[in-house]
């Protein structure tokens, strides 16, 4: 496995945009087309995202991200020394309720688990070691 | 993110331009929250130029259309494509929104 990319950054919105530049620009990359990198680039944002609202409770902790590829997918490992927890635990939001009665929390996650073709989540040194996986589908062959 | 406004008949088109992220989306819900607070009631969101969206997004979405909603107004969107309509669609934002083809179209429901 190849890794194309390692950064640690600052539980901050303000990273936002450089983390998931340097995921889009990984992705771009792997060869995945664009619909896909947008896909690829909203599941790590909502993980960011989740863990620097959530994560440090108002403390100051790092982010750290990992894009690595292999010939069979794209892996973004992100790992913070936070809180436990575990994305995969989360039930999936209503999404049928009324505009004006849907709680919107937890859209998130749940478009992460959609948009991912694999996701792991671990606990290990303290830390919560969330993977997520892009599978590298062969092209359709031409009929 | 960009947000041009621009008046037709009895209703406020908005035009967004760029990424609603988890950085950018909150400008956007600023905006339409003045807006309402101007007396704005009726709106048309053009997301012709719309690239990216994030749940933060969706979620400015469905904030401004609750207070919209509330001030006695009506929203309806347009020109959802490609990756977003994919979001929609997968958040079920796309049956609880009137979704249509052209800003025209979108005016013709609600104006």
Known sequence: MKVLTHITLPAQLASLERLIGLVSSCASHGG?????????????????????????QDKDGDIEVTCSLDKEGFTITIVDSGIPFNVLSVGDPDISADVSERNIGGLGIFLMKKLMDDIQYRRAGGKNILTLIAWIKPEKPAL | MKIQTMKERNCLVVTVVGRMDATTAPNYEKKLIEL??????????????????SSSGLRSIHVT????????????????????KEIFDISGFGTIFQINDSVESALSKIG
């Open chain 1, 32 to 56: 995945f087309n664009q619909t896909r990198v947008k896909e690829i680039e909203l599941a790590t944002e909502e993980a960011l995202v989740n863990i620097i609202k959530y994560a440090y």
């Open chain 2, 36 to 53: 309402i607070a101007e007396g704005e009631k009726n709106f048309v969101i053009d997301f012709n130029g719309l690239e990216y969206i």
């Open chain 2, 65 to 84: 259309a609750k207070a919209i909603k509330a001030a006695g107004g009506k929203i309806a969107l347009a020109n959802i494509r490609n990756v977003i």
